[in-house]
């Protein structure tokens, strides 16, 4: 129930409109990309998926993830604007469902772009490379990771969203932290594991222990942010 | 019986005391008038009430249920008005009940009852951010209202209505005892308009409870420590002034 209150919250909002556009933006990237210089491409060694998501996933990963930054800003947003947090706050609901039913509407979302996304990129294979039911597998594979990937991202800004009144701060935050991955993204090491890194890592590229440690960091930086969370809002209660 | 009862509440910010050793008693089914002047503590306490604000010393009972553990049961049957209204702008006046009424697990004729009962029917299908002052104020009162709670907090609730506004509230609150077996917590900072609404009152002044009881035993006691007692709103000032000159002295 939480969840579909959360849907409807957000109508008039900008919020789906924003995701559609954004999600198609990120799917339009792989193909303008290809579509413009497809000798750049087609002549090289690589398997297609391995190509395709080297070549354009820095660029789509980024766009979404700018795309979640935004979303979790709007999200708690409207709960700030006209106050509505406190009337929220006097109704008999955890603080913490209000936030994992964002969290939720956010997973939707983002799920619904990489598909946008893999469809892109799906398609792009098969116009430019004759791409084989394998690379079709790999595509969908690649977006499931991407999908864990970005999990921790997104628990991270719903998290910061929800302690900053002021939507520019925390809108802020996440457009810095988001540039500060274009700086890191060449070090390798344990930076490469921060929330803002991880939906950069590209699936085809890593072996299957490098995926297997990525996914378990994931889910580990997921549930620590959501317990984060749970224990700010207990604080909260605590200390106003 | 008293449906609420506060002990030795306290509230303290870093240097500063909201509330002070409180001791209320609110009666089933009364209008309680909290009256004070701005800055006395009305508002921290009802926020005390709702779990927004934790209390630093003290307790309260609120239909046998105490705080911290029954929050949610007290927050069940609590209708509250906390300062200014809170609404979602993007959403109509009627989805912003339906939110709240989904949340309280009401029937859907509440949403339209709860319009009804605060004159805002035709203009549900408004954008809440594009309604005027006195209707935001309106639909704070009917997300109060919303399936018709036994206990009311309202904070200042005819701020920014027009006269006639004021009247329609005002007479809505004092019918609600009788209509809904309901009981308000009314704060102003007008006697006058507590004068018209409430059975008993409260007068706080510094956090500190200057007197309660009904409006018959204000006179008294005003009669007795020697305010002037013709008119409430003196009593009120004089009542006030007195204390302010007090805690000036002891400073």
Same mark, same amino acid.
């Given at each position: 129930?939480?969840?579909?209150?959360?849907?409807?919250?957000?109508?008039?909002?900008?919020?789906?409109?924003?995701?559609?556009?954004?999600?198609?933006?990120?799917?339009?990237?792989?193909?303008?990309?290809?579509?413009?210089?497809?000798?750049?491409?087609?002549?090289?060694?690589?398997?297609?998926?391995?190509?395709?998501?080297?070549?354009?996933?820095?660029?789509?990963?980024?766009?979404?993830?700018?795309? &979640?930054? *935004? !979303?979790?800003?709007?999200?708690?947003? $409207?709960?700030?604007?006209? /106050?509505?947090?406190?009337?929220?706050?006097? #109704?008999?609901?955890?603080?913490?469902?209000?936030?994992?039913?964002?969290?939720?509407?956010?997973?939707?979302?983002?799920?619904?772009?990489?598909?946008?996304?893999?469809?892109?990129?799906?398609?792009?294979?098969?116009?430019?490379?004759?791409?084989?039911?394998?690379?079709?597998?790999?595509?969908?594979?690649?977006?499931?990771?991407?999908?864990?990937?970005?999990?921790?991202?997104?628990?991270?800004?719903?998290?910061?969203?929800?302690?900053?009144?002021?939507?520019?701060?925390? &809108?802020? *935050? !996440?457009?810095?932290?988001?540039?500060? $991955?274009?700086?890191?993204? /060449?070090?390798?090491?344990?930076?490469?594991? #921060?929330?803002?890194?991880?939906?950069?890592?590209?699936?085809?590229?890593?072996?299957?222990?490098?995926?297997?440690?990525?996914?378990?960091?994931?889910?580990?930086?997921?549930?620590?942010?959501?317990?984060?969370?749970?224990?700010?809002?207990?604080?909260?209660?605590?200390?106003? | 019986?008293?449906?609420?009862?506060?002990?030795?509440?306290?509230?303290?910010?870093?240097?500063?005391?909201?509330?002070?050793?409180?001791?209320?008693?609110?009666?089933?089914?009364?209008?309680?008038?909290?009256?004070?002047?701005?800055?006395?503590?009305?508002?921290?306490?009802?926020?005390?009430?709702?779990?927004?604000?934790?209390?630093?010393?003290?307790?309260?009972?609120?239909?046998?249920?105490?705080?911290?553990?029954?929050?949610?049961?007290?927050?069940?049957?609590?209708?509250?008005?906390?300062?200014?209204?809170?609404?979602?702008?993007?959403?109509?006046?009627?989805?912003?009940?339906?939110?709240?009424?989904?949340?309280?697990?009401?029937?859907?004729?509440?949403?339209?009852?709860?319009?009804?009962?605060?004159?805002?029917?035709?203009?549900?299908?408004?954008?809440?951010?594009?309604?005027?002052?006195?209707?935001?104020?309106?639909?704070?009162?009917?997300?109060?209202?919303?399936?018709?709670?036994?206990?009311?907090?309202?904070?200042?609730?005819?701020?920014?209505?027009?006269?006639?506004?004021?009247?329609?509230?005002?007479?809505?609150?004092?019918?609600?005892?009788?209509?809904?077996?309901?009981?308000?917590?009314?704060?102003?900072?007008?006697?006058?308009?507590?004068?018209?609404?409430?059975?008993?009152?409260?007068?706080?002044?510094?956090?500190?409870?200057?007197?309660?009881?009904?409006?018959?035993?204000?006179?008294?006691?005003?009669?007795?420590?020697?305010?002037?007692?013709?008119?409430?709103?003196?009593?009120?000032?004089?009542?006030?002034?007195?204390?302010?000159?007090?805690?000036?002295?002891?400073?």
């Amino acid at each position: 129930m939480t969840s579909a209150l959360e849907w409807n919250k957000l109508k008039r909002t900008g919020f789906f409109p924003a995701f559609l556009a954004g999600g198609l933006l990120a799917a339009a990237a792989p193909v303008v990309n290809i579509g413009a210089r497809p000798e750049s491409f087609v002549n090289k060694q690589d398997s297609p998926a391995v190509i395709l998501m080297g070549a354009n996933w820095q660029l789509m990963s980024m766009l979404l993830s700018f795309l &979640l930054i *935004i !979303g979790a800003c709007i999200m708690y947003h $409207t709960e700030f604007a006209d /106050n509505a947090m406190q009337r929220m706050d006097t #109704l008999p609901k955890r603080p913490e469902s209000l936030f994992f039913g964002k969290c939720s509407v956010l997973l939707v979302l983002t799920a619904g772009a990489l598909v946008l996304g893999g469809a892109a990129l799906w398609f792009c294979g098969w116009k430019w490379f004759s791409a084989d039911r394998i690379f079709t597998t790999e595509i969908w594979k690649s977006m499931g990771f991407s999908f864990a990937m970005f999990l921790p991202l997104l628990l991270c800004m719903t998290a910061v969203s929800s302690i900053c009144k002021n939507m520019w701060i925390s &809108l802020g *935050i !996440g457009t810095i932290c988001l540039f500060m $991955t274009s700086i890191l993204q /060449n070090g390798g090491g344990i930076l490469s594991y #921060l929330p803002f890194m991880m939906p950069m890592k590209v699936y085809p590229n890593l072996n299957g222990a490098q995926a297997v440690r990525c996914l378990i960091i994931s889910c580990g930086e997921t549930a620590g942010f959501g317990l984060l969370e749970i224990i700010y809002f207990k604080i909260r209660r605590n200390f106003t | 019986m008293n449906i609420i009862e506060t002990y030795h509440l306290t509230k303290e910010y870093a240097d500063f005391t909201a509330v002070a050793d409180l001791n209320m008693h609110i009666r089933k089914g009364s209008v309680y008038g909290f009256l004070g002047p701005n800055g006395a503590g009305k508002s921290t306490t009802m926020k005390m009430f709702l779990g927004l604000t934790k209390p630093t010393k003290g307790r309260f009972t609120i239909n046998s249920n105490t705080f911290p553990r029954d929050r949610m049961k007290i927050l069940r049957e609590v209708g509250s008005f906390i300062e200014a209204p809170a609404f979602y702008g993007n959403l109509t006046g009627e989805e912003n009940l339906e939110i709240i009424r989904k949340i309280l697990g009401l029937p859907k004729s509440s949403v339209s009852d709860a319009l009804e009962l605060v004159g805002l029917t035709q203009y549900r299908k408004r954008l809440a951010r594009k309604y005027s002052l006195g209707m935001k104020q309106r639909l704070g009162l009917a997300s109060a209202l919303i399936g018709r709670p036994p206990i009311l907090f309202l904070d200042e609730p005819t701020n920014g209505l027009d006269p006639v506004g004021i009247h329609e509230i005002r007479t809505l609150i004092r019918s609600l005892p009788k209509k809904y077996d309901c009981t308000v917590l009314v704060s102003s900072h007008l006697l006058p308009e507590v004068e018209l609404m409430a059975d008993d009152i409260g007068i706080l002044n510094h956090g500190r409870l200057l007197f309660e009881g009904n409006l018959q035993e204000l006179r008294q006691m005003a009669d007795f420590e020697g305010y002037p007692s013709d008119n409430l709103e003196d009593t009120f000032l004089a009542m006030v002034e007195e204390d302010n000159r007090k805690r000036g002295a002891g400073k």
